[in-house]
T-cell receptor
Framework: DAKTTQPPSMDCAEGRAANLPCNHS???????VYWYRQIHSQGPQYIIH???NNETNEMASLIITEDRKSSTLILPHATLRDTAVYYC?????????????FGAGTQVVVTP | DAGVTQSPTHLIKTRGQQVTLRCSPK?????VSWYQQALGQGPQFIFQ???????QRGNFPDRFSGHQFPNYSSELNVNALLLGDSALYLC?????????????FGPGTRLTVT
């Protein structure tokens, strides 16, 4: 699976949009981009995933560049409960007994 | 609908002992994966079970073994515990993982080896 690069930390004001970047320049055509987050001392929580089209759900939006070498997770209206470590992961789906390969992630702190 | 449950929540063992951790997947899920998360690091994949067989394994020694039961629940066994085995052990379940469904994680078991 391709490697990802994320900033180690970022701050966001409550109520504002949080834009979390992820670089995956070696991504293959059959690899999806996944985002998980982990609130302190809890298990990781799935947020969203996508292949090449932008995706949106009740938690967030995922914007993938046309060349698929980078993506951005957008939390539209950050709250204090969004403070967590956010992980960007790329992996093959079909034909793969896939593991999730977590990196160090981005520590997001939402401030009042 | 209960999510992924794990037991126990906390455990303290002595170096050299053996430990068994348990996981019940989310209702309807058939695939279980185990991860180890050391303090300050991201989770590291240990292995994955489907239809009672180990399907994929991460870079962990044979001291780490597992089992999946017909009801899809799973156990993680660690023999000859080392101080470095102290970590949060996470179980994740999914449905037909090879088709791309997301994994749901349990709250984890905090293992401390003294």
């Amino acid at each position: 699976d391709a490697k990802t690069t994320q900033p180690p930390s970022m701050d966001c004001a409550e109520g504002r949009a949080a834009n979390l970047p992820c670089n995956h320049s070696t991504i293959s055509g059959n690899e999806y981009v996944y985002w998980y987050r982990q609130i302190h001392s809890q298990g990781p929580q799935y947020i969203i995933h996508g292949l090449k089209n932008n995706e949106t759900n009740e938690m967030a939006s995922l914007i993938i560049t046309e060349d698929r070498k980078s993506s951005t997770l957008i939390l539209p209206h950050a709250t204090l409960r969004d403070t967590a470590v956010y992980y960007c992961i790329v992996r093959v789906i079909l034909g793969s007994w896939g593991k999730l390969q977590f990196g160090a992630g981005t520590q997001v702190v939402v401030t009042p | 609908d209960a999510g992924v449950t794990q037991s126990p929540t906390h455990l303290i063992k002595t170096r050299g002992q053996q430990v068994t951790l348990r996981c019940s997947p989310k209702s309807g899920h058939d695939t279980v994966s185990w991860y180890q998360q050391a303090l300050g690091q991201g989770p590291q994949f240990i292995f994955q079970y489907y239809e009672e067989e180990e399907r994929q394994r991460g870079n962990f020694p044979d001291r780490f073994s597992g089992h999946q039961f017909p009801n899809y629940s799973s156990e993680l066994n660690v023999n000859a515990l080392l101080l470095g085995d102290s970590a949060l052990y996470l179980c994740a379940s999914s449905l037909a993982w090879a088709l791309g469904y997301e994994q749901y994680f349990g709250p984890g078991t905090r293992l401390t080896v003294t």
